[in-house]
């Protein structure tokens, strides 16, 4: 079966974030889109209740197409 991951977004005061959670181990990556455009990258390792709590904060799904645009402009 193919990995198939999950992308969120939550925009806040001065800056959002995106998130990318695998279906494989809760693994994943966190971004962070400053207001000078730097994005942030963050690898995770995230607990079975990842998704309870990105609803809870307010995180809405968006589009993979989305999370990779921003992805591009990190340092790998």
């Given amino acids: 079966m193919a990995n ?7 925009t806040f005061e001065d ?3 995106l ?3 695998n279906s494989d181990g809760l ?8 207001p000078d455009g730097k994005v942030e990258k963050t690898e995770m ?3 079975e209740e ?3 709590d990105l609803e809870e904060d ?3 799904s968006c589009s993979p ?3 990779n645009l921003y992805l591009t402009k990190t340092k790998s």
Avoid: N, P, R, S
């Fill in 50 to 52: 990842i998704f309870d």
């Fill in 15 to 17: 800056y959002q974030v």
């Fill in 27 to 34: 693994t994943g990556t966190e971004l962070i889109i400053h």
């Fill in 19 to 21: 998130v990318k959670v």
């Fill in 4 to 10: 198939i991951a999950t992308y969120f977004k939550q």
């Fill in 58 to 60: 307010g995180f809405k």
């Fill in 65 to 67: 197409l989305e999370f």
């Fill in 45 to 47: 390792e995230f607990d």
